[in-house]
């Protein structure tokens, strides 16, 4: 690993950071990606125009220096992945909103931080006041698409996903369960994981383990209309 030279004299330039990243997310953040994908969010809409503020999932995943400081030695998991927990993550955190607006057959997923005027703009699109389109000039000419071509936009209302049931439920998600989770939502259908986790509310049984012994316990036995829970 090189070492650092140190800071150049004179003026540099400064990206500004609430106070509240200190204060309250910092403490919380275990996640060295999670981490490295916040600071690198508030750099890059820190340099950009328009209101409001955003990156688009392919931007991301097409940004070099983002991608640099995700590789990681004895992670054999591709940069792709980090970056999708990452933001996973920040955003069960509460630390970010996203929309998903589908352009053709393709869905291209927005991501902005969780401030006022953020939340004021996310509504307007969920509700239809505000064109999807614009999220696509907001990125730049690399994101537009070819004035001559006519392209269909539709916002793509998703339910929520099972780190934020996890959060909302639960409590603050470990890092270290998030691949867990991440593999049970691809493999059992959304609406066991949300049955489940109500399930284990109902019984307060507010543990990962009991909700996995019931999705387990379907998929084996099958999904009835009784005997939903299981013991322990």
């Given at each position: 690993?090189?070492?650092?030279?140190?800071?150049?004299?004179?003026?540099?330039?400064?990206?500004?950071?609430?106070?509240?990243f200190?204060?309250?997310?910092?403490?919380?953040?275990?996640?060295?990606?999670?981490?490295?994908?916040?600071?690198?969010?508030?750099?890059?809409?820190?340099?950009?125009?328009?209101?409001?503020?955003?990156?688009?999932?392919?931007?991301?995943?097409?940004?070099?220096?983002?991608?640099?400081?995700?590789?990681?030695?004895?992670?054999?998991?591709?940069?792709?992945?980090?970056?999708?927990?990452?933001?996973?993550?920040?955003?069960?955190?509460?630390?970010?909103?996203?929309?998903?607006?589908?352009?053709?057959?393709?869905?291209?997923?927005?991501?902005?931080?969780?401030?006022?005027?953020?939340?004021?703009?996310?509504?307007?699109?969920?509700?239809?006041?505000?064109?999807?389109?614009?999220?696509?000039?907001?990125?730049?000419?690399?994101?537009?698409?070819?004035?001559?071509?006519?392209h269909?936009?539709?916002?793509?209302?998703?339910?929520?996903?099972?780190?934020?049931?996890?959060?909302?439920?639960?409590?603050?998600?470990p890092?270290?369960?998030?691949?867990?989770?991440?593999?049970?939502?691809?493999?059992?259908?959304?609406?066991?994981?949300?049955?489940?986790f109500?399930?284990?509310?109902?019984?307060?049984?507010?543990?990962?383990?009991?909700?996995?012994?019931?999705?387990?316990?379907?998929?084996?036995?099958?999904?009835?209309?009784?005997?939903?829970?299981?013991?322990?």
């Amino acid at each position: 690993m090189p070492a650092f030279a140190g800071f150049p004299p004179g003026k540099s330039p400064y990206i500004p950071l609430p106070e509240q990243f200190f204060t309250t997310l910092l403490p919380e953040i275990e996640d060295v990606s999670e981490l490295k994908v916040t600071l690198h969010l508030f750099w890059l809409l820190f340099r950009k125009y328009g209101d409001p503020r955003c990156a688009s999932d392919r931007e991301l995943l097409a940004d070099p220096l983002l991608r640099r400081a995700l590789r990681r030695q004895g992670d054999p998991r591709p940069i792709e992945e980090r970056l999708r927990a990452a933001l996973e993550l920040a955003l069960a955190r509460g630390t970010l909103l996203r929309v998903r607006v589908r352009v053709d057959d393709e869905i291209i997923t927005w991501y902005f931080f969780n401030t006022d005027r953020s939340r004021q703009a996310v509504a307007r699109l969920l509700r239809g006041e505000e064109s999807p389109e614009l999220l696509l000039e907001l990125e730049g000419p690399a994101g537009a698409p070819n004035d001559e071509d006519e392209h269909e936009y539709a916002i793509e209302l998703e339910r929520p996903n099972i780190f934020v049931l996890y959060e909302q439920n639960i409590g603050l998600l470990p890092p270290l369960l998030a691949e867990e989770l991440r593999e049970a939502e691809q493999t059992y259908p959304y609406e066991w994981i949300e049955e489940a986790f109500r399930l284990a509310i109902q019984q307060n049984k507010r543990r990962w383990s009991y909700i996995r012994a019931i999705l387990q316990r379907w998929e084996i036995e099958g999904k009835g209309e009784a005997g939903h829970g299981t013991h322990g």
